[in-house]
């Protein structure tokens, strides 16, 4: 019989989705059948599934984690910001089309039906499904219609244990405060609560755990030491990237409004011999770079607007002058070119503009989404590469007869005469060790790693870490058997 229980936060990024992650590592390698699930989720930085749909990435890191293929049922609800107030809706791994915060509102009641859905056919299929809550359920203002939170544990018949995380200060009110302002309905799902991202001897939180319990009532499952490693694993939210210092190889990557997959980084940053750096708005390219990295992006025309209102455009005119390298993907490819048409207004208002003007191709977008894994192949090297398409739009024009990769007997990709200037559409090529030995070598960096193995070994340790710091016999103990199961 299937049980399940939901990871709630007293707040955004309070470490929910690698505790998950973690959880199901552990609990997978004690035998079970585990299966993630998180009924919304908003990011751009989605992952693509086996069976050609979106999901947030967080959730195919779980999956990968619980040793199963990732699917559109684990993320039923994607959220995709396009603007203030506005974003793409995922549905079930297909877009739904596009809608401002007020009309999201009105849909609820349908979305939780997917969501629901979707959560039964994974109960179907495992002993245990981990629930990864969204946000705050102490943001009541939200609970009419919720279905990330509270509204979905009690339509689904679900527990919860509600995660604090001590590192941003005020743990005790994080989690006393959230009891203060739940209705009694919502307090009666919960059944324990755990600290997070504790830095230091835990012993000496020995006191303020126990006050947390004795004025919630709530048992503890745990005071989890900070997570060191952490940073190894692919992240999911903006919030979550930054600068890693390395070597000499210095690589910038001008931070877009609207970055999308940018997983692309999670490689690079992992080298040792690798400077990956972050640039903020209001701050230049540096000049000392050897290649400037333009990722993805949800809205690859504002992004481009977004990029010449920080003078980035001449930043990377005179990059390219200096004999520095660039690579744009997805979104970035887009913007390298030498136009952008949008016809339809699928990626805003419709028109026309100009591109970078480094890549001798043309954009045109339209209505048809490419969703898709592939599989790779390097050129001229022939080194194997997995990665995926994940995007609005066709790319064409004379650059594109120096494509650089080829998927399945076709071109892709295209680069300058002299080749320092490239774009694809494919992303994940820098997961491949060797493709990305053979790339790096032109910076005179060496590879050093094997990443997709470093990732294994590092959910390994972090389900280690949680059996050491958590109560997993009794955090197992308290998930049930949910209402549809």
């Not at 809550?133 to 509270?150: H, K, Q, V, Y």
């Not at 990626?347 to 599989?375: E, F, P, S």
Request: aromatic share 6%.
């Amino acid at each position: 019989m299937v049980r399940s229980i939901m990871i709630q936060g007293t707040g955004s990024n309070v470490g929910k989705s690698v505790l998950v992650a973690g959880l199901a590592r552990a609990y997978t390698r004690r035998g079970l059948n585990v299966a993630p699930f998180k009924p919304q989720n908003m990011s751009n930085n989605a992952a693509v599934t086996e069976n050609g749909g979106e999901i947030g990435r967080a959730q195919a890191l779980q999956a990968r984690a619980a040793q199963r293929p990732a699917h559109t049922d684990m993320n039923p609800i994607l959220l995709k910001p396009e603007t203030d107030t506005g974003a793409q809706i995922i549905v079930q791994g297909k877009r739904a089309g596009t809608m401002q915060a007020g009309d999201y509102r009105k849909n609820k009641a349908d979305l939780l039906a997917a969501a629901l859905q979707s959560f039964d056919r994974l109960c179907a299929d495992a002993d245990l499904v981990l629930i990864e809550g969204a946000g705050s359920p102490a943001e009541t203002n939200l609970r009419p219609g919720d279905i990330a939170n509270m509204g979905f544990a009690s339509a689904a018949g679900v527990p919860v244990i509600l995660v604090g995380d001590i590192h941003r200060g005020g743990v005790i009110a994080q989690i006393v405060g959230t009891q203060a302002v739940l209705d009694h309905d919502d307090l009666a799902l919960i059944r324990g609560f755990a600290v997070n991202r504790f830095k230091g001897d835990v012993s000496l939180f020995d006191e303020g755990r126990d006050d947390i319990a004795n004025r919630t009532g709530w048992p503890c499952l745990g005071v989890v030491p900070w997570f060191h490693d952490a940073w190894k694993l692919p992240a999911e939210d903006m919030m979550d990237i930054r600068s890693h210092r390395g070597g000499a190889c210095k690589i910038a990557v001008p931070q877009l409004e609207r970055m999308a997959n940018f997983d692309d980084l999670d490689p690079l940053s992992a080298e040792p011999g690798v400077t990956v750096e972050i640039i903020p708005s209001g701050q230049a390219l540096p000049g000392d770079a050897d290649l400037v990295l333009l990722p993805g992006s949800k809205s690859t025309i504002g992004d481009l607007a977004y990029f010449r209102a920080q003078g980035w455009d001449i930043d990377l005119q005179a990059h390219v002058r200096r004999g520095g390298h660039v690579l744009g993907l997805c979104g970035g490819y887009q913007m390298l070119g030498q136009s952008i048409s949008d016809p339809l207004g699928v990626d805003g208002a419709a028109g026309a503009v100009k591109g970078l003007g480094l890549l001798d191709v043309d954009t045109v977008m339209d209505g048809q989404k490419q969703v898709t894994q592939r599989q790779a192949t390097a050129l001229p090297g022939g080194e194997p590469v997995t990665g995926y398409e994940i995007h609005m739009g066709r790319t064409q024009g004379p650059d594109c007869d120096r494509a650089w990769l080829e998927i399945d007997g076709r071109p892709e990709g295209a680069a300058s005469a002299n080749g320092r200037i490239r774009g694809s559409y494919l992303h994940g090529v820098f997961s491949s060790d060797p493709f990305r030995a053979s790339y790096l070598r032109q910076f005179g960096a060496a590879s050093s790693i094997t990443y997709e193995d470093d990732v294994e070994r590092t959910l390994d340790a972090l389900a280690a870490h949680l059996e050491k710091h958590m109560d997993l016999d009794l955090l197992l103990s308290l998930a049930q058997t949910p209402k549809g199961g």
